[in-house]
C-alpha cells in the first residue's frame, strides 16, 4: 500500500469513528469544557460580526451549543 493510500484510508476511518462517536463526543465536551468551547465560539464569531455585542454572541453560541447537546443526549437515550 502506497503512502498517500494508508493517508487516505486513515482519514476514512478518523471520519467514520468520529461520525459513529459524536454524540459521545458532545456529551464530553458539554461536560469537562462548555466555557472554553463557549469562549472559542464567541472569539470567532466576534471576529466575523464586529459589530455585535458580546451578550448577544454569547447567547447565540449558547443557545446553538445547548441545543446540539440535547441533540445529543437525546441519541444516546
Known sequence: MKGWQ???LG???AVVVGYLGRDGI???VDQYAYEPMLS???SALGLMESDRLEIELRSYCNVHMIGI???AAAAAQ
Do not use: Q
Request: hydrophobic fraction near 60%; glycine fraction near 6%.
Open 69 to 71: 447537546a440535547a441533540g
Open 6 to 8: 494508508k493517508l487516505v
Open 11 to 13: 482519514l476514512v476511518v
Open 40 to 42: 472559542v465560539c464567541t
Open 26 to 28: 458532545v456529551r464530553t
